[in-house]
């Protein structure tokens, strides 16, 4: 009983330990992994990454996006509606120059139609793109997951304005509808706050 108490900790002892919430990229490790993403030509994941900086979608709607969520095969909208998988939701998301151009050049590239998917990928090779990412900014993989590209714009805008209700907007959350009214921002202004904020 014993030797198998032994064993048993060490199989516990070789599986993956917790580390909290995956943590935002700054800043400064966006502009380096964009740029390192451009020098090697792939636009295909400098769309992917870009559009996720963008949108914060969760994963489960990043890579069910299809040309016609995004306008179409010859325009690529800076804002359109989007229904959350987790909960049911529509909401609106913004997408920078930079990702309206990766994405255009996806579409053409690939001679994509409207109910092509953008990004055909499952979770878990989406996951490993972030780590991959990660590691492009000499970061150690295991802090950074999808929930890091989630979270990096509305962390950046909150650090910059301490207004919690526009990044909380920009995630669409449950609660905003009552939040968003009661101190009068609306999804309208808080994407022309995040257009304000580049990264």
Sequence with gaps: RQDMTEQQKRARG????????????????????????????????????ETALSTCLRSSDMITLTVADVGGSSVV??????????????????????????????????????????????????????KRWARLAHLNPKHYSTHSMRRTKPAHIYKLTKNVKVAQELLGHTDLGHTGAYLGIGIDEALEISKEHKL
């Design 14 to 49: 070789n599986k993956p330990t917790s580390i909290g919430q995956k943590r935002p990229f700054t800043k400064e490790q966006v502009q380096l992994i964009r740029a390192s993403l451009m020098a090697k030509g792939n636009w295909w994941q400098v769309a992917l990454f």
């Design 77 to 130: 909208n800076d804002r359109f509606p989007i229904r959350q998988a987790k909960t049911g939701r529509v909401v609106m998301v913004g997408l920078s120059g930079e990702a309206q151009a990766a994405i255009r050049a996806v579409i053409e590239g690939q001679n994509l139609g409207p109910n092509d998917r953008l990004f055909p990928v499952s979770r878990q090779h989406y996951g490993d793109l972030v």
